[in-house]
């Protein structure tokens, strides 16, 4: 198997967990802002509302938005060096684009590492309302890192085999 076919099915795996990811933060937004909405309504009909719509979409939205980080990775919407990078030549770019992707990979695997910490910190921590240990909702950091890194490898992975433009699903830097 060639460098470039090993990239394209490594890449074909990212698109298909990018689009899982998508689809989960979707339904988290949406179970968030009905959760929102019940909270809302709840405060018109009934003289305290309900006192568990803050808590759970408040652990709703944190999911969502780590969850999200793994999609800008795969879209490549994160934060970059685009003033650097625009202004040097094809090679240096190449160098400096992949030296970003293993920084990236790195940095999230290290989060990943630490959030786990942060899970079994959790085991004796509980929620407010709900009486569950915040393992839970501190699992969003390790498992949406995880998927980060991956994704972040997926693209280290598609710019080392210096896939064509049109291969892949993202828009290089």
């Not at 695997?109 to 899970?119: E, K, L, N, R, T």
Request: net charge neutral; aromatic share 12%.
């Amino acid at each position: 198997m060639t460098l470039s076919a090993l990239a394209q099915r490594i890449e074909s795996v990212g698109r298909r967990v990018n689009r899982v990811v998508e689809w989960l933060c979707a339904g988290l937004v949406a179970a968030m802002v009905l959760v929102v909405w019940l909270g809302v309504i709840g405060r018109y009909f009934t003289e305290g509302g309900f006192s568990w719509s803050e808590e759970l979409a408040r652990y709703l939205m944190i999911w969502a938005a780590l969850l999200a980080v793994s999609c800008a990775a795969w879209w490549r919407e994160h934060v970059g060096l685009d003033l650097l990078s625009g202004k040097l030549p094809p090679g240096p770019r190449r160098v400096l684009k992949l030296a970003i992707d293993a920084t990236c990979v790195g940095f999230f695997a290290f989060m990943c590492v630490y959030g786990i910490d942060m899970v079994a910190e959790g085991r004796s921590q509980y929620s407010t309302l709900f009486g569950i240990t915040m393992q839970w909702p501190f699992a969003a950091v390790p498992v949406s890192s995880a998927l980060a890194a991956f994704q972040f490898g997926v693209r280290l992975a598609t710019d080392f085999a210096d896939l064509p433009r049109g291969e892949t699903a993202a828009v290089p830097y």
